[in-house]
């Protein structure tokens, strides 16, 4: 079933614009799934990501390149499964043409909530300074044949959060102060079918 659409990325505020470059900054922006199981038993769900990678002809390879650059955690009663530390939060891309679907599956217990992030992996070098990363993309949510029925009924948020920076040594932020950073936040709702009630069936 359908959840929403997402953008992913580290990109300028502005465009390029001569006598812009002291208002423009740079934006990490993210997607977070809040996913509340109102069941009284557990549910093994798998979110399915269907990104379009970004092209650009003749010009620097954008990123994404694959779903290798994306970082991903899940957050379940406050427990934090990271997609690099533990099997369960792992982001597995499905084998296809375009190869551009990635499938997480985890588990909720019985009327717990969790929650999912996707963001661009800004450990790795280049991605910050270089914000030329942008990915697009919608999520869909399945009810796995793992979970205690046949039926689940979820309350499901999805929402878009970004955070605002400005980097003043033109690689990153470390040793800024937040004054000078110009650090910011962004966060919006995404629209939802059926007011965020999804009833999944694994028949």
Do not use: C, H
């Not at 001569?18 to 993210?30: A, D, H, M, T």
């Not at 549910?43 to 779903?67: E, Y």
């Not at 955070?163 to 966060?187: E, H, V, Y």
């Amino acid at each position: 079933m359908l959840v929403s659409t997402f953008e992913v990325l580290v990109k300028s505020q502005l465009p390029p614009v001569p006598g812009l470059e002291n208002l423009s900054r740079k934006v990490i922006q993210g997607y977070f799934l809040t996913i509340a199981n109102v069941n009284f038993f557990p549910i093994t769900v798998s979110l399915v990501f269907t990104v379009q990678f970004p092209k650009n002809p003749g010009g620097p390879a954008p990123l994404p390149a694959d779903f290798k650059d994306f970082l991903n955690a899940v957050d379940i009663s406050g427990k934090n499964l990271f997609s690099d530390l533990d099997s369960e939060a792992t982001l597995v891309p499905e084998i296809g043409p375009k190869k551009n679907k990635a499938r997480l599956t985890f588990t909720l217990p019985e009327n717990e909530t969790g929650l999912l992030l996707l963001q661009p992996d800004i450990r790795k070098a280049g991605i910050l300074s270089e914000a030329n990363f942008e990915a697009r993309g919608y999520v869909e949510i399945f009810l796995s044949s793992l979970s205690g029925s046949d039926t689940a009924t979820l309350l499901v948020t999805p929402e878009q959060r970004g955070t605002f920076f400005k980097s003043l040594d033109g690689k990153n932020l470390d040793g800024k102060a937040k004054a000078d950073a110009g650090l910011d936040q962004i966060a919006y709702s995404l629209p939802v079918s059926n007011g965020g009630v999804f009833k999944l069936s694994n028949s």
